[in-house]
């Protein structure tokens, strides 16, 4: 499985950005695929899931302003992200878990596939 992110840039604060992540090899059905992101000096954290089965999940830093969906006949997945402040400035990362379960889904090191990562600037 390959994974590519792109649709990052830089946007004032307000702005919206939508980045996608298209997926070769397989496609999304199962397990969990997924946004973190990771800024200078930070760990790589969670900003969005969704579950094969349905379900997606947000961090609360983000809750109300970005939306994840997948369109699975094309294998993209994407990230919706509306109303953006300076902290989320950070690399993007698309990620996937083939088998992955429920509580794994706010997990890095539980993704086995990752993108390349994309960068969202945004600039006050």
């Known amino acids: 499985v390959q994974l590519q992110a792109f649709g990052g840039g830089l946007v004032q604060a307000g702005g919206s950005l939508r980045l996608s992540c298209a997926a070769s090899g397989r496609t999304f059905s199962g397990g969990n695929v997924g946004w973190f992101r990771q800024a200078p000096g930070e760990e790589r954290e969670f900003v969005a899931g969704?579950?094969?089965?349905?379900?997606?999940f947000y961090a609360d830093s983000v809750k109300g302003r970005f939306s994840i969906s997948r369109d699975n006949t094309k294998s993209t997945l994407y990230l919706q992200m509306n109303s953006l402040k300076p902290e989320d400035t950070a690399v993007y990362y698309c990620a996937a878990a083939p088998r992955g379960i429920l509580s794994s889904i706010k997990i890095p090191s539980l993704h086995d596939y990752w993108g390349q990562g994309t960068q969202v600037t945004v600039s006050s």
């Open positions: 969704l579950r094969g089965s349905g379900g997606a």
